[in-house]
């Protein structure tokens, strides 16, 4: 059966870095796309950076230059490294497929002072 399982979240002050990892399972990894969303209180969930099997990336523009999406085939891994961090990326993140048919449990990311 899939599963995603992600890690890696915390509390990290404005400026600050995490690295998101997301553990998959029970699919060829290597041809699937991946993708990390994010879901703050009170909004819906947004598509943050997605990745393709041929490792394509893209990024929604509010974390363009801070946010790397990558993936390690080998390992069935896909990770989210955050740089500069700011409140407004308080969320839960998820990892999901291409197909969005499976995601992870979410990991909580709070920026704050």
């Known amino acids: 059966q899939v599963q995603l399982v992600e890690s890696g979240g915390g509390l990290v002050q404005p400026g600050g870095s995490l690295r998101l990892s997301c553990e998959a399972s029970?699919?060829?990894?290597?041809?699937?796309?991946m993708a990390w969303y994010r879901q703050a209180p009170g909004k819906q969930r947004e598509l943050v950076a997605g990745?393709?099997?041929?490792?394509?990336?893209n990024y929604v523009d509010s974390v363009k230059g801070r946010f790397t999406i990558s993936r390690d085939n080998a390992k069935n891994m896909v990770y989210l490294q955050m740089n500069s961090l700011k409140p407004e990326d308080t969320a839960v993140y998820y990892c999901?497929?291409?197909?969005?048919?499976?995601w992870g449990q979410g990991t909580q990311v709070t920026v704050s002072s």
């Open positions: 999901t497929v291409g197909s969005r048919r499976y």
């Open positions: 990745i393709l099997g041929n490792g394509i990336t």
């Open positions: 029970g699919f060829i990894f290597s041809v699937v796309d």
